[in-house]
């Protein structure tokens, strides 16, 4: 859920990842109602987006990467951007995103004047 606007968003997931998380519920025995990844201080509620950006600068810290480079938000912003670049679709982007206003939306992708004006060349009416 989006959580600005209470707004289902879609999501999609690499076959690879849809078999390890499977497992995972799997062998945590989850039921459903249960988080999948709970919170380490109450383990009947899900993981804080705080908690993920530790846990997440943690892991670029394992790997020698610095995690003032990297944050939850900015991987959120590599997808639309790589989104955009190949499919040149700002609105499959707006959807991924689940924002409701398109202005919203061009600030994720990097999208400058220039680019913004090839697309409305783009479109004839």
Avoid: C, F
């Avoid at 908690?51 to 991987?75: E, K």
């Avoid at 790589?82 to 999208?111: C, F």
């Amino acid at each position: 859920m989006q959580q600005k606007t209470g707004r289902p968003v879609q999501l999609e997931i690499t076959e690879q990842t849809r078999e390890a998380a499977g497992r995972w519920l799997e062998t945590k025995n989850l039921h459903k109602g249960k988080p999948p990844v709970p919170s380490r201080i109450n383990r009947a509620r899900p993981m804080t987006m705080r908690q993920y950006a530790r846990l997440l600068a943690s892991w670029l810290r394992a790997i020698r990467l610095d995690p003032l480079a990297y944050g939850t938000h900015s991987l959120r912003r590599t997808k639309a951007s790589m989104t955009y670049r190949t499919t040149g679709n700002l609105r499959a982007v707006q959807l991924r995103l689940g924002h409701s206003k398109i202005e919203s939306t061009v600030r994720y992708p990097g999208i400058d004047v220039d680019d913004a004006l090839l697309i409305a060349e783009q479109v004839e009416i």
